[in-house]
């Protein structure tokens, strides 16, 4: 009689999980549409050049030589030059210990989006008049290894469903170098307004990059908090999340023509 009772117990709390299962597929875990264009970020403003002061007034005409084949002439010495980022070589992804209570197993979950946008100005002979224009970052199209979590954080942690744009508006750069050399990695940090979903919290970035003759390339990274923004730590039945989120970029800049 005792060993009956058990085994209808059993039955019970696996059909209790089984339903437990369902039931999560059908909400925190059910899938969400996710758009794959590229995100639109704002284009910095043109910088004027002695030479479009002299077209203005008539004086010489337009040169053909650069654009007229579709790709970028050659950045002269010391030129102003503005970049763009290149989503096929670029990459924003996150970082974050998850630990699961089966087993008490530690993993860090990593996801991944090329969505992303933004524009840069280089000015090598002055420095500190470059600029980093605001950086948008797709977060609904990050993916990871498990299908569960990216449907769990579209809909529920990032809620990126509704809101699918990340954003950082730079608001300073400190350190870098009064004369940097191309082709040669430079160290900085960046400090600005990092916003998801509707929280805007100012962030520090540290950043490594190196500017060669047809592109700018680097990474950047910082640590925040999810309850900081709202989305976390994350515990549900299955597993939790630490506060502390790695957030990184990888990015590829091309010369815009």
Known sequence: M?????????AALVAVAVLALYVLDATIWAPVEVGTDAPVAPTLAAV????????????????????????????????????????????????VGE???????????????????????????????????????????????????DNFIRRNALMSSQFPEARFAVGSIDGFPADPAMDTPLAFSMTGDLTVKDVT?????AVTTTLT??????TATTTVKMSDFGIGPIEIPMLATEDDVLIAFDFV?????
């Open 99 to 149: 630990t699961f209570f089966d087993g008490n197993r530690f993993v860090v979950a990593v996801g991944r989006t090329k969505g992303v946008a933004g524009e840069i100005r280089i000015d090598p002979s002055n420095p500190a008049a470059s600029q980093v224009g605001e950086i948008v970052v797709d977060i609904s199209q990050l993916t990871s290894d498990k299908e569960r979590r």
């Open 201 to 205: 919290k100012a962030t520090t970035w």
């Open 48 to 95: 004027a050049t002695d030479a479009d002061a002299l077209d203005a007034t008539g004086a010489t005409e337009p040169s053909a030589a650069a654009g007229t084949t579709g790709e970028a002439a050659p950045a002269a010495a010391g030129e102003v030059r503005t970049y763009r980022l290149d989503p096929a070589r670029s990459e924003a992804r996150y970082e």
């Open 253 to 257: 800049a091309v010369p815009v023509e």
């Open 213 to 218: 003759a047809d592109a700018l390339t680097g």
């Open 2 to 10: 005792t060993a009956r009772r058990i085994v209808v117990a059993a």
